[in-house]
């Protein structure tokens, strides 16, 4: 059975090992917000993966774009040096 795109995203939380789920305390967030954060940036970076994946080579995502929306990612939801 294969998953759509649309069904791959909204079950992202069950796809994903459990030990990247795990999220230090935050004193500034609390728990749940970090919790959807970390759930937003996997649907990100999915959807990304998931358009590098395109069957048709003519419909993938360009390399370049796929740095510029990770870079994007990174910045929003933080982690890392930022060049």
Known sequence: MMLSEMDLLS???DLTDPSMLMVQDDEDRPQANSAMRTK???????RIGLLCSKQSPEKRIKMSEVANELRAIRNVYGGGRHS
């Open 40 to 46: 937003e940036c996997l649907i990100s970076t999915a």
């Open 11 to 13: 079950r992202i939380m």
